[in-house]
């Protein structure tokens, strides 16, 4: 049946129309009334077609981003009148009749095509006219462009695609849960999925051998430049009978594949780069380095433990070595106050001048020893300069701020690449001074290394997890891990983080229960879409990724939300507000 409003989209008009009726239609978006003339730019998803008519007082009271359809003729524009940077720019339509399908009413609160210098919280709320802007417009359909090649390739590796529930029950897996209260079950309540790791494991149990799915998860999380608030996405996948090795594999084509077709920048090579978390927090001072910068953080302490200067006497010291920085001493004041800020205790410098010696302020209460020592581990030449970071606790992740804080002040980061790398060998557990207690690092339900040997024999602190991370740019594209799939195992896992055997069974009874039934050895990953994306089109905002997103609060102007509801629902719920 032919459509009452077009038989041909604005973008496809072109010159081989010319002498053709055609029919049009979408939203205006620009007018000009040259009093004998007036053109209008009428816009659709394809692209802007060229209006044009001599009665000009018939259309005078057209409005901007009215939906409109359009009958004419096409004619190819007067010679010099042709606009080379439309695809329909030889062309324009001359108006036979015109009617308007929907008015504007008010006043618009941004003009479209400039909708991105608004502030987020109007484009948000009137997000349906932002996403009327092309280039906002174009980020949603690159989205699903991408979400579909990434269906495509997990296909051809035969993974199937399965949906998991939405509402569930609530378990203690790291971030806050989003609840939802029963109306049937007095007092009691489901939750939205935080990820699907349960069910994906327990579609291993009943024998699918490779699963996967475009997921919606929901974290009660405060939102970041590269965190949404709420609801995010990402590729879930398991398999079945797999190590991490075969996650590897499988992980490094959805990322180098979907890289090298979407982005337009170079892309690590296969096999990416593989760093255990210990060495990475040493030498980048972070479980989420950018290999785009090439400094690396080296720990002097033991070379300079001696010396007798008060900043650094019983300290952790640092290293960062720059080739060539002839920055202002004013510069590296600076830096030092960025350092305090932070809180850490100083920042030191050295310098290797022409003649090979050492200068700056701890120069003098070095030995030649020392300086040697120096020279031999960061391999020192003239013109080098040493940034010392000094301090105690936490001065890893502190000497990591420093060494990207350099890398984007001195210009020392490719912004050419994407730099993938695969973090492994996280540690299970790690100490809670808050809790004074052991409590899990990662994933809870990650095979420790070693299995029921480690967990054991091993202090908590010296249990290595079988669970890694994608890393590309500073940023976690994707988490994953082996899986602990021995009832006994995970009741001891989770022991060694104070919660007995009736807590497990209680908050994960399915996977406990099932463990009981025959599971196979499963792993799998989950590489964040929105993110993916936020990458791939070098967006510094990752709601610009999202149709519909929560602002930075956690509000949604556009929707009211959150918004209170009415009495009747609280008492069918069985719930009451308390002041």
Same mark, same amino acid.
């Given at each position: 049946m032919e459509n009452k409003y077009r038989n041909i989209y604005c973008g496809e008009v072109t010159l081989e129309k010319e002498g053709q009726t055609v029919r049009v239609c979408g939203w205006i978006d620009t007018i000009r009334n040259l009093g004998s003339l007036v053109f209008i730019a009428l816009r659709d998803e394809t692209g802007i077609v060229q209006l044009i008519s001599k009665e000009t007082e018939k259309y005078e009271t057209l409005n901007r981003e009215s939906t409109i359809t359009v009958t004419g003729k096409v004619c190819k524009r007067?010679? *010099?009148?042709?606009?080379?940077?439309?695809?329909?720019?030889?062309?324009?339509?001359?108006?036979?009749?015109?009617?308007?399908?929907?008015?504007?009413?008010?006043?618009?609160?941004?003009?479209?095509?400039?909708?991105?210098?608004? &502030?987020?919280?109007?484009?948000?709320?009137?997000?349906?006219?932002?996403?009327?802007?092309?280039?906002?417009?174009? *980020?949603?359909?690159?989205? #699903?462009?991408?979400?579909?090649?990434?269906?495509?390739?997990?296909?051809?590796?035969?993974?199937?695609?399965?949906? #998991?529930?939405?509402?569930?029950? &609530?378990?203690?897996?790291? /971030?806050?849960?989003?609840?939802?209260?029963?109306?049937k079950y007095k007092g009691k309540f489901y939750a939205l999925p935080q990820a699907p790791q349960i069910f994906k494991e327990l579609l291993m149990v009943s024998g699918f051998d490779r699963y996967f799915q475009i997921a919606p998860c929901f974290r009660d999380e405060d939102p970041r430049s590269d965190r949404l608030y709420g609801e995010f996405y990402q590729l879930d996948l398991e398999m079945s009978f797999a190590t991490e090795e075969d996650v590897y594999k499988v992980g490094e084509k959805i990322f180098y594949d979907t890289f090298k077709t979407f982005g337009n920048k170079e892309v690590s090579p296969v096999p990416f780069k593989r760093i255990p978390f210990k060495e990475s927090m040493e030498k980048y001072g972070t479980d989420k380095p950018d290999l785009r910068n090439p400094l690396v953080i080296e720990d002097i302490t033991d070379i300079l433990k001696n010396i007798d200067f008060a900043l650094t006497k019983n300290k952790i010291i640092k290293a960062i070595k720059l080739n060539e920085c002839d920055k202002s001493n004013s510069w590296f004041k600076k830096l030092d106050e960025y350092a305090k800020n932070l809180g850490l205790d100083a920042i030191l410098t050295l310098k290797i001048n022409e003649n090979s010696e050492f200068e700056g302020g701890i120069t003098k209460f070095l030995t030649d020893i020392e300086k040697e020592n120096l020279q031999k581990k960061l391999s020192l030449e003239k013109g080098n300069t040493l940034v010392l970071i000094v301090g105690e606790k936490k001065i890893e992740k502190y000497?990591?701020?420093?060494?990207?804080?350099?890398?984007?002040?001195? /210009?020392?980061?490719?912004?050419?690449?994407?730099?993938?790398?695969?973090?492994?060998?996280?540690?299970?557990?790690?100490?809670?001074?808050?809790?004074?207690?052991?409590?899990?690092?990662?994933?809870?339900?990650?095979?420790?290394?070693?299995?029921?040997?480690?967990?054991?024999?091993?202090?908590?602190?010296?249990?290595? /997890?079988?669970?890694?991370?994608?890393?590309?740019?500073?940023?976690?594209?994707?988490? *994953?891990?082996?899986?602990?799939? &021995?009832? #006994?195992?995970?009741?001891?896992?989770?022991?060694?983080?104070?919660?007995?055997?009736?807590?497990?069974?209680?908050?994960?009874?399915?996977?406990?229960?099932?463990?009981?039934?025959?599971?196979?050895?499963?792993?799998?990953?989950?590489?964040?879409?929105?993110?993916?994306?936020?990458?791939?089109?070098?967006?510094?905002?990752?709601?610009?990724?999202?149709?519909?997103?929560? /602002?930075?609060? *956690?509000?949604?102007?556009?929707?009211?939300?959150?918004?209170?509801?009415?009495?009747?629902?609280?008492?069918?719920?069985?719930?009451?507000?308390?002041?």
């Open positions: 007067q010679e *010099g009148m042709e606009n080379k940077n439309m695809k329909t720019g030889e062309i324009e339509i001359e108006i036979e009749s015109l009617e308007v399908l929907g008015e504007v009413y008010k006043p618009l609160p941004f003009e479209v095509k400039t909708s991105k210098t608004s &502030s987020e919280e109007t484009r948000l709320k009137y997000r349906y006219l932002d996403l009327r802007n092309k280039e906002v417009h174009d *980020g949603i359909i690159f989205r #699903t462009k991408v979400i579909d090649f990434l269906r495509k390739t997990m296909k051809d590796m035969n993974f199937l695609e399965v949906q #998991t529930p939405i509402l569930t029950a &609530s378990s203690p897996e790291g /971030a806050r849960d989003f609840i939802v209260p029963s109306r000497a990591g701020l420093i060494r990207t804080k350099l890398g984007e002040d001195l /210009a020392l980061i490719d912004k050419s690449k994407y730099e993938f790398c695969i973090i492994n060998d996280f540690p299970m557990y790690e100490w809670s001074e808050e809790d004074e207690k052991y409590d899990f690092t990662h994933n809870p339900f990650s095979m420790p290394r070693g299995g029921m040997d480690s967990l054991l024999n091993k202090k908590p602190d010296e249990i290595i /997890a079988c669970q890694y991370d994608f890393v590309c740019n500073g940023l976690e594209m994707a988490s *994953g891990g082996e899986r602990n799939y &021995s009832p #006994t195992m995970l009741k001891k896992a989770f022991e060694i983080a104070g919660y007995d055997e009736s807590v497990v069974e209680s908050k994960f009874p399915s996977l406990y229960q099932a463990f009981h039934y025959g599971a196979p050895p499963h792993a799998g990953m989950a590489p964040g879409i929105d993110r993916i994306l936020m990458l791939l089109k070098d967006e510094e905002n990752i709601r610009e990724m999202v149709a519909f997103p929560m /602002a930075s609060n *956690g509000a949604d102007a556009m929707m009211g939300a959150p918004n209170e509801v009415f009495e009747k629902q609280l008492r069918e719920t069985h719930i009451k507000i308390r002041d």
